[in-house]
């Protein structure tokens, strides 16, 4: 069952359509509207960043693998649906997330080390050195999770597909780095790791990313991504109406393959980045793909949709919302942001 995501908890009971996850979300405010009122957030997209920043600052700080902060946000993403953030403490819970991630992905760190590490990174006030309490959250946060701690993450489909596609290091590192951004949005919720990948590449061939000198980092970041809407949906378009005249021919995927697609390898443990709209990362990185050049690999890429069954409406979803999430981003604010979380912390003394 790890291996097949076909048949994985992941897709079986982690897998919510938007509505879904609103309701989910309805719900646990509704328990408590007093509490609402009393302590009102930022916009979640907003929280979602400062949430990856954090993660991603204690997960450098100990050495860790990409691979083990992406499974660390998917379990605080998992566990935020099931609990109110105002009864928590968002902190703790990031700290046991990773601590369980890491044990869960073949890098485990002691928890002495990663309490201790994440009391150097927040506040005192937030997170002390008892690493009963980060033992205590670890049980919580797997009962919250039914036990479901196995995650198929998007990296390894990039992995398999890069060769196929003739990828090259820029457009394989752009791929990867829309990648690790996707985890600051809800997508990792509502659609399987193979779709992501997908539209990451498809971002990839179709992006070419500005020149970092000229704009700020995350404006760098959304011009990258808006540079290459129109031709991601025209190729999007284009796959959808070849799939149109090819209705009732296409592959099957069968065992631990995504349809449409050869067998997946495993990742590799080497490649790896750190959040926080990585896109922007390579901003300043000198593109010189020919157009015709890269066009021809986007229409390969559209016709190699076409030619599978891959659900071609998910990944305009995907590009829409990851379109929609770097527009966002320009308007983030670190200091608001952490203030209003440390606010209802200090007032609940959490």
Known sequence: MAANYWESTQRRHWQFTKDELAAMRQRLEDEDPGLVQSFPLPPLRHLNIYFNQQINRL??????????????????????????????NPYLLLTT????????????????????????????????????????????????MNSHLIIHQPYRTLTALQADFQLNPEEVSLAWCVINDHYMTDLPLLYPPHIIALTAILFALVSRPPNASSQGSANAAAAAA?????????????????????????????????????????????????????????????????????????????????????????????????????????????????????????????
């Not at 997960?59 to 860790?64: F, H, Y």
């Not at 499974?71 to 935020?80: L, N, P, S």
């Not at 891959?310 to 308007?331: G, K, N, P, R, W």
Request: contains cysteine; glycine residues 10%; charged residues 20%.
């Open 59 to 88: 997960g450098k700080r100990l050495g860790v693998r990409q691979q083990a902060m992406a499974t660390a946000q998917v379990y605080a993403k998992r566990f935020y649906t099931k609990v109110e953030i105002r009864r928590t």
């Open 97 to 144: 997330a990773m601590y369980l991630a890491c044990k869960m992905e073949e890098c485990p760190q002691h928890i002495r080390l990663i309490t201790q590490e994440a009391r150097l990174l927040w506040p005192t006030e937030f997170h002390n050195q008892d690493t009963s309490k980060v033992g205590e959250c670890e049980f919580f946060l797997i009962s919250e």
């Open 226 to 350: 808006s540079s290459g809407l129109s031709a991601a949906t025209a190729a999007l378009a284009q796959a959808q109406a070849r799939s149109a005249m090819n209705a009732g021919g296409g592959g099957g995927g069968g065992g631990g393959s995504m349809p449409g697609t050869p067998s997946l390898t495993p990742q590799s443990s080497s490649a790896g980045g750190y959040g926080g709209s990585d896109m922007s990362s390579i901003a300043a990185m000198d593109v010189k793909k020919a157009p015709e050049q890269r066009m021809g690999k986007v229409q390969r890429f559209a016709g190699w949709l076409a030619d599978s069954n891959i659900d071609v409406t998910a990944m305009v979803d995907c590009t829409q919302e990851l379109i929609s999430f770097y527009e966002c981003h320009e308007a983030y604010n670190d200091k608001n942001t952490r203030e209003q979380v440390n606010r209802f912390m200090k007032a609940r003394n959490l």
